[in-house]
């Protein structure tokens, strides 16, 4: 079946700090959506974007489906951006990947 | 819109009882519906793919006759859990996409299980 492998598995940034967070899948996809988990284990739909590039204030993702990722921006990190983020992609059935732990100090 | 509906939020039961969650599409139709079940500090393994009018197709190490799901309405899944034990202390989470091709999948808030 399709792999897909997030990297970094966990990220710890200062207040303010940008980050990238990546998403490699081993075959083409038909779907490709991004989520945020909240302490409350809450999955808050970030992006759905099989490809391109979509924009959602301090929040940006691209998906160039040809070479098999996506990353995800977020810019000027909140203390709230903390928790798992997670990026699914869709074949027959959904597939998530172990997801990248993001830790936002104040 | 698009809102996918779980209930209960939290159960917390003997060992030996059963456990019904139910998974809602409030306001769109759902022809296929998922569950998930994901352990502490880990991602969301599918279980089940919960089709409507038919059988759940379950994915390879989950026992169906543990994990019963019922899909009796275009907006309504059910996933029981049979006699529960300590080990099926998890977090079930379900899912949903409206018909048609590539539709996003919504998630419901999750039930959190707990078994003494």
Not at chain 1, 55 to 80: C, H, K, P
Request: aromatic letters at 10%; one cysteine or more; charged letters at 15%.
């Amino acid at each position: 079946g399709i792999q897909v492998e997030q990297s970094p598995p966990d990220l710890i940034l200062q207040e303010g700090a940008n980050s990238t967070l990546r998403c490699n899948f081993s075959d083409s996809v038909n779907n490709l959506q991004w989520f945020h988990q909240n302490p409350w284990g809450q999955l808050i739909n970030l992006f759905y974007i099989p490809s391109g590039t979509k924009q959602n204030g301090r929040l940006s993702a691209t998906t160039v489906a040809t070479e098999r990722y996506s990353l995800l921006y977020i810019s000027s990190s909140q203390t709230t951006d903390s928790g798992v983020y997670f990026c699914a992609v869709e074949d027959d059935k959904i597939i998530f990947g172990k997801g990248t732990r993001l830790h936002i100090l104040p | 819109g698009a809102v996918v509906s779980q209930h209960p939020s939290r159960v917390i039961c003997k060992s030996g009882t059963s456990v019904k969650i139910e998974c809602r599409s409030l306001d769109f139709q759902a022809t296929t519906m998922f569950w998930y079940r994901q352990f502490p500090k880990q991602s969301l393994m599918l279980m089940a793919t919960s089709n409507e009018g038919s059988k759940a197709t379950y994915e390879q190490g989950v026992e169906k006759d543990k994990f019963l799901i019922n899909h009796a309405s275009l907006t309504l899944s059910t996933l029981t859990v049979t006699s529960a034990h300590p080990e099926d202390s998890s977090f079930y989470i379900c899912s949903a996409s409206g018909t048609g091709d590539f539709q996003p999948q919504h998630f419901g808030d999750g039930t959190r299980l707990s078994i003494l």
